[in-house]
């Protein structure tokens, strides 16, 4: 049995020492796994920050083209309204002048009647006849009233000639009437 018991202790001893190859074995490879796994999580880690130092080089490539077109768009619409504001200004200089121009020809369309009316009644009394005259101011308010108006400045420009007509046509100062 001794033998028996030399030869399983042989065997024991053995069977320990291939456990313990395995288990050195199987550390060194759990090391080396361990060390595969280092090496791996390493090149992921710098894999990722590649990756991620490329994609924001060209995102800020891309905020950059943008920005540039954002900017030309920018540039490209005040330089529009710039353009519109131009124009506006001319044709409001234009609507001031022709404005300019109409207060202007009302002002001498008035006076001219005012002397038209004056030269009209002197010439019919035979004495000079101003503003206050009876017959001027009588005249007048029958012209108003035709044309429903209350001052020369209110008739309208393309009355003019009919207004100069009625004058003319005053006959008589006793008896001033216009159709």
């Known amino acids: 049995m001794k033998n028996d018991k030399g030869k399983m202790n042989k065997d024991t001893v053995k069977s320990g020492a291939d456990t313990q190859q395995m288990t050195i074995n199987s550390n060194n490879k759990s090391n080396g796994q361990v060390l595969n796994m280092d090496i791996v999580a390493k090149m992921v880690q710098e894999s990722v920050s590649a990756a ?20 030309e768009e920018i540039r490209n619409e005040v330089h529009d309204i710039k353009n519109v ?25 008035v006076a ?53 007509a009625d004058i003319d046509s005053i006959e008589d100062l006793e008896d001033i009437h216009f159709e």
């Open 52 to 71: 991620i130092t490329a994609s924001s080089q060209v995102m800020s490539q891309i905020i950059l083209e943008q920005q540039s077109a954002f900017q």
């Open 112 to 164: 001219s009647l005012v002397k038209l009316l004056k030269a009209r009644l002197t010439e019919l009394a035979g004495e000079p006849v101003s503003a206050e005259s009876y017959y001027y101011v009588s005249a007048k308010e029958k012209l108003f009233r035709k044309y429903g108006v209350q001052h020369w400045e209110q008739f309208p420009i393309h009355l003019y000639n009919a207004v100069h």
């Open 85 to 109: 504001i131009t124009e506006q200004e001319i044709r409001h200089g234009k609507q001031m002048s022709e404005a300019r121009d109409l207060i202007g020809l009302r002002q001498k369309n």
